[in-house]
């Protein structure tokens, strides 16, 4: 727990030095039932916690980690074992100017001011992000995104970031299709995939990106190439010689396609300015026509193409923030929709008409309103909307949705909300149980 103070409290197990109290036992070892103070710790920007180890971001940039530091490096090379004593500034300069930390299992990842995401821990299903193959990694390793990262987050075996033009991108074990990229299923991915539907990869950055269909790279912005996927990257052939084009000098006619390259001849100046149009000379006269694109392409952030005008997307709205589950990713939109992908045995996709284990895709949550906050757990997930009111759904057999029903081994097919609570500002499910802190400043679990 991270308060308005910028100091640290931690609670429950502590066998391993967890609870960064400065011994490995606790008040009790194996349930400490309050919240104790992270002594070392202030101004702490970001909390994450793995499978016996934490960290926290600090408002100067340094990463801090305590609890255990097996031979998968959780706590990096800097640390020799486990230790319950908060260690500041695990490595330098890898994680230097880091403003979140997040973890999952035995890894973890950081973010910098800069957007760049750098990963280590566990690798046994290439969830470091850069495609390194050892079964751990002790050293940060940045993690190959296109653009900056403004969110990121680390599950069991895979991790998700949100870049800046609104795209999720995912990495490392996708038995339960949690990598969203429409593979049903099975195998790693040790570089960043797209999220099927989340976006496109920007023209002029699609080149050496990971694909799986030649409709998954994106245009170069050269009408001579061909975008194709090639043993599993993007790449640019070049289009026949001969080939129809516009050199992008205003009316021109007879362009052609030389070599990867359009040539041809000016004749007037016949540019309007506007991505959703081909401008030509026409064959009479030598008037301008302004002949609409095919309706789709993108023009500019967040627009496409329709009937020769660039009108905002509908289609494709921008993520703001990305969480995960065992097995699975959640997604939010700038809309306030929320979108899951992966393991659903649980209903964990929280949507009543999807009933499959498992999805490849991105479907959309069942929600009465607008989210602003996502958080998962286990085997459930939860977000907070726009009027203060809790969600939750998935796995209830310890009654973890809080909505008043009794526990039990069948979980709800869709969301459900959270009995009693208004005014709630964050919500965070755990293995069997979830809290909440609301308004007024007091938590309830």
């Known amino acids: 727990m991270r308060y308005d103070t910028g100091h640290a409290a931690c609670w429950g197990k502590n066998t391993v030095g967890q609870l960064g109290t400065l011994t490995l036992v606790g008040l009790d070892a194996e349930n400490q039932l309050t919240p104790l103070p992270i002594a070392p710790l202030q101004r702490t920007r970001s909390l994450a916690m793995g499978s016996g180890f934490a960290l926290a971001a600090v408002q100067s940039g340094e990463v801090w980690g305590w609890g255990k530091n097996n031979v998968k490096a959780q706590l990096t090379v800097s640390v020799a074992n486990e230790t319950p004593t908060p260690v500041a500034a695990l490595v330098a300069p890898e994680l230097q100017g880091s403003v979140q930390v997040t973890a999952g299992g035995d890894s973890a990842c950081i973010r910098t001011t800069a957007g760049v995401v750098r990963c280590w821990g566990d690798n046994a299903s290439l969830q470091s992000g850069n495609n390194v193959a050892s079964s751990y990694v002790a050293q940060p390793v940045t993690v190959p995104l296109a653009q900056p990262a403004i969110d990121v987050a680390m599950g069991e075996t895979s991790a998700c970031a949100v870049l800046g033009d609104g795209s999720v991108w995912c990495w490392g074990a996708n038995a339960s299709a949690q990598l969203g990229n429409n593979v049903q299923g099975g195998g790693n991915f040790g570089v960043p995939g797209l999220v ?250």
């Open 196 to 445: 099927y539907g989340t976006g496109w990869i920007a023209p002029g950055a699609a080149k050496g990106a990971a694909c799986t269909t030649n409709e998954a790279c994106g245009d170069d912005g050269n009408m001579c190439t061909v975008a194709v996927c090639k043993t599993g990257t993007c790449d640019h052939i070049w289009a026949p010689n001969g080939l129809g084009c516009n050199d992008g000098t205003p009316c021109t006619t007879g362009d052609t396609c030389q070599a990867g390259k359009c040539t041809g001849g000016a004749v007037a100046n016949c540019d309007d300015q506007n991505p959703c149009t081909v401008d030509f000379c026409g064959f009479a006269g030598g008037e301008c026509v302004h002949a609409p694109v095919a309706g789709g392409l993108t023009c500019a952030a967040d627009k496409v193409c329709a009937q020769g005008q660039c009108v905002a997307d509908t289609t494709q709205v921008g993520y703001r923030a990305v969480t995960t589950y065992a097995g699975g990713t959640c997604a939010l939109k700038q809309n306030g929709s929320v979108w899951c992908w992966g393991a659903n045995n649980f209903r964990q996709l929280g949507n009543s008409a999807v009933t499959t284990a498992s999805e490849a895709m991105p479907v959309q949550v069942e929600l009465p309103g607008k989210a602003i906050d996502i958080a998962g757990g286990v085997d459930n997930v939860c977000a907070v909307l726009d009027d203060g009111q809790a969600w939750c759904w998935g796995r209830n057999q310890g009654g973890q949705i809080g909505s008043g029903l009794a526990a039990s081994k069948t979980p709800p097919t869709k969301p459900q909300k959270v009995f009693g609570l208004c005014n709630v500002r964050v919500i965070k499910p755990g293995a069997g149980f979830a809290c909440a802190l609301t308004a007024d400043g007091f938590v309830w679990c």
